[in-house]
């Protein structure tokens, strides 16, 4: 699963090897339960957060 934070139409998430990933705008995603989401689009991704 993956664990989104957003703040300001960008986001900081913990994906499942634990690497923390940087989005530069807002991201669509749709909810799955009161926690969980999944990506369905994203864009402008910074790859230097890698």
């Given at each position: 699963y993956v664990f989104w934070v957003f703040s300001n139409c960008?986001?900081?998430?913990?994906?499942g090897n634990?690497?923390?990933?940087?989005?530069?705008t807002c991201l669509q995603y749709v909810k799955?339960?009161?926690m969980l989401f999944d990506i369905i689009l994203y864009t402008e991704?910074?790859?230097?957060e890698l």
């Amino acid at each position: 699963y993956v664990f989104w934070v957003f703040s300001n139409c960008s986001a900081r998430t913990i994906i499942g090897n634990g690497t923390p990933v940087t989005f530069k705008t807002c991201l669509q995603y749709v909810k799955q339960n009161d926690m969980l989401f999944d990506i369905i689009l994203y864009t402008e991704f910074n790859h230097n957060e890698l």
